[in-house]
């Protein structure tokens, strides 16, 4: 039971956000409602290598401003992308940053904005305690966010998620000045996304709504968000990968992204701590890491979890022996109807560094929302499980 004699907490919301198919067209007046004259647009060698990048920076010359891309940036970004897109930024005369791309792109173009002011290592703004207020918030380029994929929500975030590849694990770095002036989340841009791609990133979605939603704690804004994104996961997703140009479904998706990430200020939990390892080991996909370990971290917390899944379930209008049997049944069945696979097998991860994934899942900051605390034995028996199959 909480005591709301003592219960004290702190909300936050997203930033501004453009809505609609052929909202990218309105980058520039965005970006100067920011304060940029000469921004440096932040993605990866896969969407630098598409149309869709000329009409970014097209948009950006039709409206009188300058530009330049940087796209040296890693699915999982190391600290190397940062300081590299840091040289180009400050080399450019740059005043601020257009973070076009899936979470790699967004958040990569995050921090770089963050660190372009900054005169400390990038790791001590790490999202330990009050770390965030060694920085110098004047020294934060404006941002503005434009994803490419649903799934990340990152374009409503006030954080972004670097690899540490000295010790390969997965580091947020956090400041509330991190979060974009301005998302804008066009249907159109995300129409070119195969179908592997939405079928992953969508699940990454789904990921952030059901972990912030199972969170503990008291945030029933967050919750309602989170179920909300849940609904329109489960309406949309198939159609976006069964027809990319189904602007409706894509569209939904878009905005389930977002409320996922604005949700999972509640807290995230175990398929994170799970996948945050994996993916910087074996540098995995994020989202479809988190497709593969959702089952067995639904049947790791089932005790904690039961009521709120029996209220899901209602939501969702699944059926079964119970709210919980009825939710996993769908989980597992929209897994196979998109092609991910059951087991770790198919992200090529084997036994031999459980020991030590496991250690660092347990340390991992999501970890500590879980709703069933999780220790370094704990995931490594998931490990096991998310192997074998076994849910």
């Not at 409602?33 to 440096?40: D, I, Q, S, V």
């Not at 974009?180 to 249907?187: E, G, H, K, V, Y």
Request: proline share 6%; hydrophobic share 45%.
């Amino acid at each position: 039971m909480l005591d709301f004699a003592t219960l004290s907490t702190t909300w936050n919301y997203p930033t501004r956000v453009l809505f609609g198919a052929g909202s990218a067209g309105k980058l520039a007046e965005a970006c100067k409602a920011a304060g940029m004259t000469r921004p440096l647009v932040v993605t990866d060698p896969g969407i630098a290598k598409l149309p869709i990048l000329a009409d970014v920076t097209g948009a950006l010359e039709a409206g009188g401003l300058e530009s330049a891309v940087f796209s040296d940036v890693k699915p999982n970004p190391v600290a190397k992308n940062v300081s590299d897109g840091l040289e180009v930024f400050r080399a450019g005369g740059h005043d601020g940053v257009v973070a076009f791309g899936g979470g790699s792109g967004l958040d990569a173009g995050k921090v770089i904005a963050f660190m372009a002011g900054q005169t400390r290592p990038m790791w001590d703004f790490e999202d330990i305690g009050d770390w965030w207020t060694r920085a110098n918030p004047d020294g934060i380029a404006p941002i503005v966010a434009i994803p490419t994929t649903a799934g990340t929500g990152s374009e409503v975030g006030r954080a972004g998620v670097i690899t540490d590849e000295r010790t390969h694990t997965k580091k947020i770095i956090f400041h509330p000045k991190m979060m974009p002036s301005t998302a804008i989340l066009d249907p159109k841009v995300t129409a070119g996304l195969p179908k592997n791609m939405t079928a992953w990133t969508g699940f990454d979605a789904l990921a952030h709504c059901l972990e912030a939603y199972c969170a503990p704690g008291f945030h029933p804004m967050a919750e309602g968000i989170a179920v909300e994104g849940i609904r329109l996961v489960k309406e949309a997703l198939p159609k976006a990968v069964a027809d990319g140009n189904d602007l409706e479904a894509r569209g939904k998706m878009l905005v389930a992204s977002a409320m996922g990430a604005t949700a999972f200020q509640k807290g995230l939990g175990a398929i994170h701590s799970l996948s945050h390892p994996v993916g910087a080991i074996y540098d995995t996909h994020h989202g479809l890491t988190n497709a593969v370990f959702m089952p067995y971290v639904l049947a790791f917390n089932r005790e904690q979890i039961a009521q709120r899944m029996e209220r899901l379930s209602a939501w969702l209008g699944l059926t079964g022996t119970s709210g919980y049997d009825a939710f996993l049944t769908w989980v597992l069945r929209l897994r196979e109807d998109l092609g991910i696979p059951h087991t770790l097998d198919g992200l090529k991860v084997g036994a031999e560094r459980f020991e030590e994934m496991g250690k660092m899942a347990e340390a991992d900051p999501t970890a500590g929302s879980n709703p069933r605390k999780l220790s370094a034995a704990d995931a490594v028996g998931l490990f096991e499980n998310a192997l074998a199959g076994k849910v």
